[in-house]
C-alpha cells in the first residue's frame, strides 16, 4: 500500500466524500430513503472552517476514510459528526491518524470539549474512542424533530 495523506478536505474532494457518504448505513432513514450530507452543505463546511473541518485520509488520490467535525466557537465545543475508514482500509491505524489531525485542529481553535454520539451497540467505535481518552455518558436521549 503507498503512503496514506492526511489533509483537511477541498472543494474537489466533495464527489467522493459524498460517494462514500451515501453508501453509509448509518444515514439510511429507513429501507427507502437515505440523507447524507448534501454537497451544498459539505461545500459549506470547506469554505467556512470557523464552522468545522472535513478530514481526509488520502490513498493514491483516493479517499480512503473522513472524518466531519463541527465546531460551536461560543460554547467552545465541537462534535465529531462521521468517522469512516472504508472496509478494506481498516485496522491499519488510518482512523487513529485521522482522530489525531482533528484532535490538533481543535486545539488550535480553542476548543475545550470534544464529543460524539455512537450507536449504542457499535463496540468497536466505542471502544476506540474510549481508548482515545473519551468518557462514556449514560445520561443524555437524542430526541430528533425533523422541520419541514
Not at 452543505?41 to 470547506?46: A, F, S, W
Not at 462534535?79 to 491505524?93: A, E, M, S, V
Not at 474510549?130 to 449514560?138: I, L, P, R, S, V
Amino acid at each position: 500500500m503507498n503512503d496514506v495523506i492526511y489533509r483537511i478536505a477541498e472543494i474537489s474532494d466533495i464527489d467522493q466524500i459524498l460517494k462514500i457518504g451515501n453508501l453509509l448505513s448509518d444515514f439510511e432513514l429507513s429501507d427507502n430513503e437515505h440523507s447524507f450530507w448534501s454537497e451544498e452543505t459539505l461545500k459549506n463546511c470547506i469554505n467556512d472552517p470557523s464552522s468545522g473541518i472535513i478530514a481526509c485520509a488520502m490513498i493514491d488520490d483516493k479517499l480512503a476514510g473522513f472524518a466531519i467535525v463541527q465546531y460551536n466557537i461560543v460554547f467552545s465545543t465541537a462534535t465529531i459528526d462521521q468517522l469512516f475508514i472504508l472496509p478494506k482500509y481498516r485496522n491499519l491505524g488510518i482512523g487513529k491518524k485521522l482522530y489525531h489531525l482533528i484532535l490538533n485542529n481543535v486545539k488550535s481553535k480553542k476548543i475545550t470539549e470534544l464529543s460524539m454520539n455512537v450507536e449504542f451497540g457499535n463496540k468497536s467505535v466505542i471502544d476506540f474512542f474510549e481508548y482515545n481518552g473519551f468518557d462514556k455518558t449514560m445520561n443524555t436521549v437524542n430526541l430528533n424533530l425533523k422541520i419541514e
